[in-house]
């Protein structure tokens, strides 16, 4: 009971499994593929928005900053007087309104909030502000926000405002007197943005999708290739060529894969049994060496097709070696395994073969052993069929034996 069939030894691929596994790490990976891609397109888009608004704040500035230098005092400062105060603010509201400003300050070079379209935060110091410090330092920064309320220029409340804040430096003889802070309106710009990533986005979903079906179906077909040659090897390592049934290594680990079944299912119902009948052609030698190899082999066929009619669906039939054969029966006791026994004699001996226009009579002899009890021994059940397929040979052929003696229909015979 050593041996194992060489398919067992051999790692098994599931080509269903395998289609499987690359449906969903196809569909995974187009998710990922389109997640980063919106992503990144939403970034790029976003991006080019914010570099026009900055483009357009430092124009702006650059036309405001002459409105600028008339805060300027002599050392160069920037100072600012509450009548000239109310001027600017009504020449910086007049200049800016073409350009979607909806709010501006201008800060010292300390961080002090000299103007503002809000004047409720005119004169405070925003400290801790690295932007500022940035655009202080001479650099422009920009950055889109999202805003839940904005006050415009017209003094109108705006809900769900997208705004660019672009701080500029405000130079006088290259040296960097305060700065600017403008607040441009780009809410408009939020649907081209979510158009043109759907665009993009689908664009690319439609690529890829063609992509990925064409790999698909390429590996589609290496793996119907791969079942049809585990089918093919599965032929050959399991299956006896001759006569289609199994060969003795599949049957027997088909018959150790029974027993364990059996072993799991006696706590539950210890009444549980197998039947391992085995088969044997009468004077098979004797067929070969009058009429031939080739009319054996056809006895062989046949005599394994009217075996095979006799036996339930999911009882198990093999080659066990030369003319033997190997029948398991499961869930059969030892009455209803020798009436299948009997079953099987009567359709092989009652009717002659057809072996090339020729009428043979063929007969078969059988052992009967019940696997059951509290032991289950395989090896010793095996041995016990094959003793009674000895004693029916022995006894005249023909015939159905079983391994207890002690149970009165112990030989059937015609």
């Not at 060489?6 to 998710?31: C, F, K, Y």
């Not at 006569?243 to 299912?265: C, D, V, Y």
Request: glycine share 8%; charged share 25%.
């Amino acid at each position: 009971m050593k041996e194992i069939t060489a398919i067992e030894h051999m790692p098994r691929l599931d080509p269903n499994g395998l289609m499987r596994l690359m449906s969903w790490v196809t569909v995974l990976s187009l998710l990922v593929i389109l997640s980063l891609a919106g992503y990144g397109i939403h970034r790029v888009f976003t991006a080019h928005v914010i570099h026009n608004a900055e483009e357009t704040a430092v124009g702006l500035s650059e036309l405001l900053s002459g409105e600028g230098r008339l805060l300027l005092d002599k050392s160069g400062h920037l100072t600012l007087s509450a009548p000239n105060r109310e001027r600017l603010d009504h020449r910086l509201r007049t200049l800016s309104a073409p350009f979607d400003v909806v709010k501006i300050k201008i800060y010292d070079a300390t961080g002090k909030i000299l103007y503002s379209t809000d004047p409720g935060i005119i004169g405070q110091i925003d400290e801790g502000n690295p932007r500022l410090t940035k655009a202080l330092a001479g650099q422009v920064d920009s950055r889109l926000e999202s805003r839940e309320t904005v006050l415009d220029l017209a003094d109108e409340q705006q809900f769900d405002v997208d705004v660019v804040e672009t701080y500029v430096p405000i130079l006088d003889d290259h040296q960097i007197a305060g700065c600017f802070e403008l607040y441009m309106d780009v809410t408009r710009y939020r649907e081209e943005i979510r158009r043109g990533v759907l665009a993009s986005t689908g664009l690319l979903a439609l690529i890829l999708v063609s992509v990925f079906t064409a790999a698909f179906l390429v590996v589609r077909r290496g793996v119907l290739q791969l079942r049809q040659a585990q089918e093919q090897l599965t032929q050959l390592t399991s299956i006896d060529p001759l006569t289609g049934a199994f060969n003795r290594g599949e049957i027997l680990n088909r018959a150790r894969k029974e027993a364990s079944r059996l072993r799991r299912a006696m706590n539950q119902s210890p009444d549980q049994a197998i039947a391992l009948v085995m088969v044997d052609i009468d004077r098979f030698k004797a067929i070969n060496d009058r009429h031939g190899y080739l009319v054996g082999d056809t006895v062989l066929r046949q005599v394994v097709r009217r075996i095979k009619i006799e036996l339930r669906d999911y009882d198990l039939f093999g080659r066990y070696g030369g003319e033997e054969f190997l029948a398991i029966l499961p869930g059969s006791d030892l009455p209803a395994a020798l009436a299948v026994a009997e079953r099987i004699r009567q359709a092989v001996g009652e009717t002659p073969l057809d072996v090339e226009g020729q009428s043979l009579p063929v007969t078969i002899s059988l052992g009967v052993a019940i696997l059951a009890g509290d032991v289950l021994d395989l090896t010793g059940t095996l041995q016990q069929a094959d003793e009674a397929l000895s004693r029916a040979k022995s006894t005249g052929r023909n015939r159905v034996c079983c391994a207890e003696a002690e149970t009165p229909p112990e030989e059937t015979q015609p």
